[in-house]
């Protein structure tokens, strides 16, 4: 089946202590993304990737970092969370992040930051 | 399941009636446009694209509507049922990434 999977669903965590959220697809897509959702703010995007080891900054990238070594996988990490970063954060991946190629999404990863 | 948006506007349809969801968009360069709907404590799905160069299309129960002119965009569910009851967003692209709306909420009633 294709899919975009998260792992884990959710995690609660303390200030500080650095973490890493998964993602893999089973696509062979080239364009993967990492989003969070916060209530009236909507999809925000954090980076993505248009391909192996190329990576870019979203709207939110502060506190946050990724690597693309492999194409199937996108981690987020944060290496200092802090309480702002409680959030539902997405991944999701396309063919080729351009024109008529539709967002694959995960189903979500809630973070809890205390 | 998570709430993915506690203010968000909401329409509630009777079971069986047509839903109509809009959309405005911000950049009139924006040449590609896509509908996702997302579920309770799921991640957002998608339904039907358009392209700027046109203005109606059409999937399984779904149409999208795109109005260049006044820059809107809108979905219309036939026949809406209970599972249609999710949160609906429009994106919007001129180059990636995707600019995507705050959601509407619709509540099916039976």
């Known amino acids: 089946e294709a899919q975009v999977t998260q792992n884990p669903r959710y995690l609660i965590t303390v200030t500080g202590k650095k973490l890493t959220v998964t993602c893999s697809q089973n696509?062979?897509?080239?364009?993967m993304s990492w989003y969070r959702q916060d209530p009236g703010l909507g999809l925000r995007q954090i980076y993505y990737?248009?391909?192996?080891?190329?990576?870019d900054k979203g709207d939110v990238p502060e506190g946050y970092k990724v690597s693309r070594k492999e194409k199937r996988n996108f981690p987020l990490i944060l290496e200092s969370p802090s309480p702002n970063q409680t959030s539902l954060y997405f991944c999701a991946s396309s063919r080729r992040g351009q024109f008529n190629s539709p967002l694959h999404f995960g189903n979500g990863t809630r973070l809890t930051v205390t | 399941g998570e709430s993915v948006g506690l203010h968000l506007p909401t329409l509630s349809v009777q079971e069986g009636d047509n839903s109509i969801i809009n959309c405005a968009y911000s950049?009139?360069?924006?040449?590609?446009f896509i509908w996702y709907k997302q579920e309770s404590g799921k991640g957002p799905q998608f339904i039907i694209d358009?392209?700027?160069?046109?203005d109606k299309r059409q999937g399984q129960r779904v149409t999208v509507l795109l109005n260049k002119t006044v820059k809107h965009l809108s979905l219309q569910i036939a026949a809406t049922q209970p599972g249609d009851s999710a949160v609906y967003f429009c994106a919007e692209m001129v180059n990636t990434p995707l600019v995507f709306g705050k959601g509407t909420r619709l509540s099916v009633i039976a």
């Open positions: 950049n009139s360069a924006s040449d590609y």
């Open positions: 696509m062979n897509h080239e364009y």
């Open positions: 990737s248009m391909n192996v080891e190329v990576t």
């Open positions: 358009i392209r700027s160069n046109m």
